[in-house]
């Protein structure tokens, strides 16, 4: 059983640019989840989506950012116009559902962009 | 709003001696709580998770970890510590209340050395 796929794994870009990052959720997966790592931190909360819908975009920055899943394919986080600041490691994570024992989220290895 | 503490940013143990890594959370409602490993440049781990039942949870590898809501804290525990055990571990806590969301909320992680 696959687990969350991400790609690419790392990308680079320059300022003004478009980056985009793609996640592949676990098999039988349908929720799916975005975070920030920025070098030496934790993580931070970003967009958490299902099929076709944003659940709650509470953490994605107001402008240059958008996140979908699409009823097929991989989900997509798109940073528009990147700066140096959105340098960070981008992870996903995906769950079975939101309660009790299927609540655990599962995370990729992660797309490392770097803004020159 | 939720929060996560590691007050220890790095914890060195010899190989073979017990390993502790503590963990405070802070949230309105009642808590789900997880513990999560990463490896230099991959993406998270799942180590083990509090969601009701027990106070003490069995996990991955052999680590283990306690809920004490007296004091708001879920310790994670190995009694024997091994090399390969050295990475960075994240505590996270996302609150059962479904107006709180699913997104999880870490800490800035704890480095764990485990020399030989």
């Known amino acids: 059983n696959a687990g969350v796929m991400q790609n690419p794994r790392h990308l680079v870009r320059r300022r003004g640019q478009e980056a985009r990052l793609r996640c592949s959720p676990m098999?039988?997966?349908?929720?799916v989840y975005w975070y920030r790592q920025l070098p030496e931190e934790g993580l931070k909360f970003m967009v958490y989506?299902?099929?076709?819908?944003?659940?709650?975009e509470s953490g994605m920055p107001k402008e240059r950012f958008s996140a979908e899943f699409p009823k097929e394919g991989p989900s997509i986080l798109r940073i528009q116009q990147v700066v140096r600041g959105d340098s960070a490691a981008y992870f996903c994570?995906?769950?079975?559902?939101?309660?009790?024992?299927?609540?655990?989220?599962?995370f990729g290895p992660g797309t490392r962009l770097t803004v020159l | 709003a939720q929060s996560v503490a590691q007050p220890e940013d790095q914890v060195n143990v010899a190989e073979g001696n017990p390993l502790t890594v503590k963990c405070t959370y802070s949230?309105?409602?009642?808590?789900?709580l997880f513990w999560y490993v990463q490896y230099p440049n991959r993406g998270l781990q799942f180590l083990l998770k509090?969601?009701?039942?027990?106070?003490l949870v069995k996990g991955s590898y052999g680590f283990e970890a306690e809920f004490n809501k007296s004091q708001t804290s879920f310790h994670l525990k190995k009694p024997s510590a091994l090399v390969s055990d050295s990475a960075l571990y994240f505590c996270?806590?996302?609150?059962?209340?479904?107006?709180?969301?699913?997104?999880?909320?870490f800490g800035g992680g704890t480095r764990v050395l485990v020399k030989p």
């Open positions: 949230v309105s409602g009642n808590p789900y």
């Open positions: 989506l299902q099929k076709e819908n944003i659940i709650d």
């Open positions: 509090y969601i009701t039942g027990d106070n």
């Open positions: 994570a995906s769950s079975q559902g939101t309660g009790g024992l299927g609540n655990t989220q599962y």
């Open positions: 098999k039988g997966h349908s929720h």
């Open positions: 996270a806590v996302r609150d059962m209340e479904r107006a709180a969301g699913n997104k999880l909320t």
